[in-house]
């Protein structure tokens, strides 16, 4: 597990190693330095290399890279924002080597000419994390430059003009085919639409020691092998009932499709038995897609739940281990109220989704008084509506307001782009999935995940981590089949086995 750090919390770290761990400012440039040559080398074997560096440490590690591009033979030209004698520092002290070991160098009036077909590559080494927005013109031009190439691009610590504590991008930032950040990821380089400008994202070590970074409080960045270790594998004489059992209530007969996603997301991720209840009109409708989820019908008033639903969904729900609600359910007066009424009396793991969350706008207090464990599933539209917030203002800070919502018993799954999951004081960004994942319906899957992951008796911030990141990987298995474009919701439960698969691969 790592932390995603603010770039004052990078630094922050940066000087303990030196005051603690015996390094040197200098020796972590080396480092650093000597690891995006590599990275280079590996991703561009061949053609020029153009190094763009600033005046600051970010332009001395891109000064270390040329040195050691360089010495490996590759031809290498550093382009710098200011004259090497003007440089201070350990900055300072990079370019001399450099030059001294070789390096062309020069000092382009304007913006650099970048349009040479013989290059290959840039390096841009030219801000790193106390660089501030909005770019200064100068430094704007040179990003366009980048930009404009045609050349594989790599960004040292982060693409100059995105802000890395906050992911907020000026218009002219670059747009890196992969950046190497260092010692851990930066959390302006984990939120939209900084991720977006990244490109491969590697996080290289410079041997500072691994718990300096581990702040607390900073959202955490899990791996594959901290997800694998929460997969509830079943014994091998379980049973269905010990594989956890799911209460699905949900769809109308405007949205009957809902209920039948969530339903199939639930059984895919390995729930032994799951039931769906919906209105009493919709039964033959969503019977029609389910082979093996019994199908229950509640009291309806036309073709949604009546008030009549809450005692008898309730009721229901003591056979199961959690419950998903929400769904397809629609937002009508009366059945928002026999939402509010069933949550309330519900003392079951709860996944509430979609209109189940709606049911709660100027109602939010009702949910603190819940005690049993509850996991909420908002877009940035329906997180604002409970918060009283807008869309863009969620957006703007994804890791506050998804806290906003969190509580002692109340888990947030703030779903979109770098999906953020909360519980109070504890937040994980998830790093799976893609664009393929923006279709209708396909957070009705994640609600069903969730739900299973709950039932098989994972405590509700588990559940929800996990459950977003198979529902992403899922996501990306579909797209390498079937394209980004094609991908729908009813494909997701299908290629969820391939993304438990990758993770059960090591056991």
Known sequence: MLRALTAKQAL????????EAGTTLAALMESAGLTVAQALAERVPDGAIVVLAGSGNNGGDGWVAARELHAAGRQVTVMSLHEPGQLTGIAADAASKAIEAGVEWSVPPGSPNLDAPEISAVVDALLGTGATLPLRRNVSQWCDAINES??????????????????????????????????????GLMLF???????????????????????????????PQDYAGL????????????????????????????????????????????????????????????????????????????????????????EFDAVVLGPGLTVADGTAATVR????????PLVLDADGLNAF?????????RTASTVLTPHPGELGRLLGMTTEQVQEDRIAASAALAGPSRTVVLKGAGTVVSMRGRQVINTSGSVALATAGSGDVLAGVVGALLAQGLEPFQA?????????????????????????????????PVAVAELLEGW
């Open 150 to 187: 045609g050349a594989f691009v790599l960004s040292v610590d982060g693409p100059t003009g995105v802000d890395l504590s906050t992911g907020s991008c000026d218009v002219h930032a670059v747009n890196a085919d992969c950046t190497v950040t260092f010692t851990s990821p930066k959390l």
């Open 341 to 348: 009424t069933l949550v309330a009396a519900l003392d079951k």
């Open 12 to 19: 922050a770290v940066e000087r303990r190693a030196v005051a």
């Open 193 to 223: 639409p900084g991720a977006g400008r990244a490109g491969e994202l590697l996080i290289a070590d410079l041997g500072i020691p691994t718990h300096f970074p581990l702040l607390d409080g900073a959202p955490e960045v899990w791996s």
């Open 231 to 318: 997969l509830a594998v079943p014994a091998p004489d379980a049973h269905k009932n010990q594989r956890g059992r799911v209460l699905v209530i949900a769809g109308s007969g405007f949205y009957p499709g809902a209920a039948v996603l969530a339903a199939r997301g639930a059984l895919r991720a390995g729930a032994g038995y799951v039931t769906l209840a919906v209105p009493e009109p919709v039964v033959a409708v969503v019977q029609t897609h389910l082979l093996a989820v019994p199908v229950v019908g509640l009291p309806a008033s036309g073709r949604v739940f009546s008030s009549a639903a809450a005692v008898a969904a309730r009721d229901l729900a003591t």
């Open 361 to 369: 706008i100027d109602h939010v207090a009702l949910l603190e008084q």
């Open 464 to 496: 929800a981590a996990l459950g977003a990141y198979l529902h992403g990987r899922a996501g990306d298995a579909a797209a390498r089949v079937l394209t980004p474009l094609c991908v729908t919701s009813e494909d997701l439960p299908d290629y969820l």
